[in-house]
């Protein structure tokens, strides 16, 4: 057990109700860390909550072993003083927030997507926090790439619950609590969602989404359920909107779940920087170069757009040099991706004669737009006029079809945005139908038609995600914020 002697403390980090939190160095070592001070007597004059709390953060604090959570390096306690030893984070995510006012889109899904893997721990774990707020989040350095890396501290409120079990004690900071714990009703793992829809409001837009001047005002606002507005004057993705829209709602039953927050398109853990996501990045992208010099362009321009899927995080997570670097390869990859499939759509008019490499000396040539119509380069699959032949009895059906066909226009104009909106229209009519669906040859025509709609939506997907991230050359979290840490 540490001796608490052989720390030399520094200056003080913070401080709380029963606790401050000081910087020192190991006298030996000469490792630097940060040391949480908890007063005995003032924890013994408190409640029995609070003791309650200080055992369980230490208890967690041991068995919890995870790179964006803080590390309990050690504790030890005198007849004064309890203290607990924890690796160093100087900067917590609200002081973070405060000197940027409001923090890119790009930002705010790195932060949340390491966030996102903490929770998926602790829920493996069958630990909810129950405090999450920027406060309790720290910023540390990468020693390897020197980005930012987030992390969750202050289990005081923490608890081991199994999926079905509720409590009912009131824990968290009010502004960032979820509206079952305020209105002291029965609560779950899932308050830990609201919690995080917060955070992110509070990053995207420079405060919570309830701020108020009085415990009394903020009561008001969640018993009367007010309506949180997405503010109109910063623009953010439709996947992002969506998330914040979900994490948001007053009914947990309402919410999104923990599944759905880890798969969602914002967070997507799917894609998460790792080694293991940069080895498939390298083999998809390969196979990717290796189909567009066989000429089989469309398997080529799916295999780029899976690849950027994994590069595009990866270039998220470096910096300095190799940032540069894998940005761009990446960009590379996105460039052929787009002249490929500008190419396809003109496939029934033109034959490429030459062996195609990622080089741009060696593309196939591409065919003026104004030599030829959108509907006559666009024309439709044979499966999509057999379907549509089969659909004149059933409306709802056709028009999803049609929604679906002027994603396939919007594409062939470079409006992706518009088509990845149509598709997603689409699918949304036509997904629910197929389950509904009794005719067997017009089922099998339906599922056809939807997974290469999906295909379409995810490359579009991609390729839109990775104009954002890499032409933009979107550096925030590595050099713009150096000041924060000086």
Not at 104 to 122: D, G, N, Q, V
Not at 469 to 486: E, F, M, R, V, Y
């Amino acid at each position: 057990m540490a001796n608490i002697n052989n720390y030399e403390l520094l200056n003080l980090l913070g401080s709380g109700t029963y606790s401050t939190v000081h910087k020192a160095i190991d006298k030996i070592t000469r490792q630097i860390v940060a040391i949480k001070i908890l007063d005995r007597k003032r924890i013994l004059k408190g409640r029995k909550l609070s003791i309650d709390n200080l055992v369980q953060e230490i208890q967690l604090l041991k068995k919890l072993q995870h790179p964006y959570i803080v590390k309990m390096e050690d504790f030890c306690w005198d007849a004064q003083n309890i203290y607990i030893i924890m690796e160093l984070c100087e900067v917590s995510l609200s002081s973070f927030i405060k000197k940027r006012q409001r923090l890119p889109e790009t930002t705010c899904r790195i932060f949340i997507r390491m966030l996102a893997e903490a929770m998926k721990y602790l829920r493996d774990n069958n630990v909810s926090h129950f405090d999450l707020k920027p406060q309790n989040l720290l910023l540390t350095r990468s020693k390897s790439t020197s980005t930012y890396i987030l992390k969750i501290c202050d289990f005081g409120f923490a608890q081991q619950l199994t999926p079905e079990e509720e409590n009912d004690t009131i824990k968290g900071s009010p502004l960032y609590m979820a509206p079952e714990i305020i209105l002291k009703h029965k609560y779950d793992a899932r308050a830990d969602l609201w919690s995080i829809g917060v955070i992110l409001y509070e990053c995207l837009f420079g405060s919570a989404p309830y701020s108020s001047k009085s415990i009394e005002e903020l009561m008001e606002k969640v018993k009367s359920l007010q309506k949180i507005e997405i503010p109109r004057n910063t623009k953010i993705s439709i996947e992002c909107e969506d998330l914040l829209t979900r994490l948001l709602k007053h009914d947990p039953n309402e919410r999104i779940t923990f599944d759905d927050f880890f798969n969602h398109d914002f967070v997507d853990l799917k894609h998460a920087p790792s080694d293991e996501n940069m080895e498939k990045a390298i083999e998809i992208v390969t196979k990717a170069v290796e189909e567009d010099k066989n000429q089989n362009y469309t398997k080529a321009y799916h295999l780029y757009c899976e690849g950027l899927t994994y590069f595009v995080p990866l270039i998220d997570a470096e910096s300095g040099t190799r940032k540069a670097s894998l940005r761009a390869r990446a960009l590379s990859y996105l460039n052929r991706a787009e002249e490929i499939k500008h190419s396809i759509l003109f496939a029934n008019q033109q034959q490429t004669s030459s062996t195609p490499e990622v080089s741009k000396s060696q593309q196939p040539a591409i065919p003026s737009q104004s030599t030829v119509s959108v509907r006559e380069a666009l024309a439709p699959s044979q499966n999509f006029k057999t379907l549509l032949q089969k659909c004149y009895s059933h409306p709802q059906l056709r028009n999803g079809l049609e929604i679906g066909q002027s994603a396939e226009y919007y594409a062939y104009e470079r409006k992706l945005e518009s088509s990845l909106e149509s598709y997603k229209r689409a699918l949304g009519i036509l997904v629910p139908l197929l389950n509904e669906e009794v005719d067997v040859e017009r089922k099998k025509l339906l599922h056809k038609q939807i997974l290469d709609w999906m295909k379409e939506a995810e490359s579009i997907k991609s390729i839109l995600q990775a104009q954002n991230n890499i032409k933009d050359g979107n550096d925030d979290i590595t050099s713009q914020h150096h000041c924060i840490l000086s």
